[in-house]
C-alpha cells in the first residue's frame, strides 16, 4: 500500500489479543515516529499478521492498548486548558505499561518531562518552556502551570530560583486539574497548594493561607527546592537544600497540574528535569 491510497478517515479494524477493536487511521497516527505511525500511516505498511477473519493481529495486552487508544482519541480534542489525560492503569501494572508504551515508542507522548504551557500574561517561557520569567516592568502575581496532568504515583519537580529578587515571594505548588484561570491570583484558586518561598513563609491549602515561621527567610536565590507530589497518599512535600522537609495533606483521588507564580520583575525559575 502506497500513501497516494490512504486517507486519514480510513476506518481501521483490529484484532489485539483477541479483542476487535476499530478507529480511524488519523487516531493511531497523531505521533510521529512512533510505532503505530510507521505501521498506519502509509509511508510503509508491510503485511500485518491477520486472524481467521483477515483482520490485522498484534499480539498486545488488550487492556494495555485500548488505554493507549482512548488516550489518543482524547488527544484529538484536547485543548491546553484541558490536555487529555494520560492513561491509567492497575498500579502493579504500571512498569509492565510504561514497557510498552516504550515499545510503541509514545513515551515522550504519554510520559513526557515536565514543562510549562500555560501562563498569565506578563510571564515569558524560554529554554523549550522551561524557564519562566516575569516581565521587567512592574511587581504583580503571575502564575504559570506545568503541561503534564498526574493522578497516580509519586511524582518529584526539582525547581531552581535563578533570579529571586530580595528573597521576598515565590510561590510552588500545585493546582487542581481543570480550574479555569479567573484572574492573576491564583494561590487564591480552590485546588491551590503549596509555599510561598522567601521572607513571607506561607502555605497555602486549598487556596488559603497560613503563616509558618520555620519557612521564613531560608531560601534565596540560587536555591533548588524540590516538591514531591505522592498522589496515591494525597500528600506533597517541599524538601529544602537546608535539610528541611514541609508536608501539606491534599485532595484526595483528584488530578494536579505543577503551579508556580512569580511575584518580583524579572523574577526568574527553571524546571530541572531529572
Known sequence: MNAGEVRNDDIIHLNVGGKKLITERSTLCQVEDS????RFSGRWEGPHKRDDDGTAFFDYNPQFFVAILNYLRAKKFATIENPALPPKVLGDQLDDFETF????GLSDEIFPREKFNQHSPGVTLGEDARVAVHDPDKAEHRYVLGQNIYREKTHSFRLELEMF???FWMFVGILKKGVVPPNNKSRRWPGSYGWALGQRGQVWKDGSPTIDNALKDVTKQ???VKL???CDAAKLSLHLITGQHFHIEILKSQTWRLHVILLNPSDRLRIINE
Do not use: E, I, N, R
Open 101 to 104: 508504551v516504550q515499545y510503541l
Open 165 to 167: 529578587k530580595d528573597h
Open 222 to 224: 540560587g536555591d533548588t
Open 35 to 38: 510505532f503505530l505511525a510507521s
Open 228 to 230: 514531591v507530589l505522592d
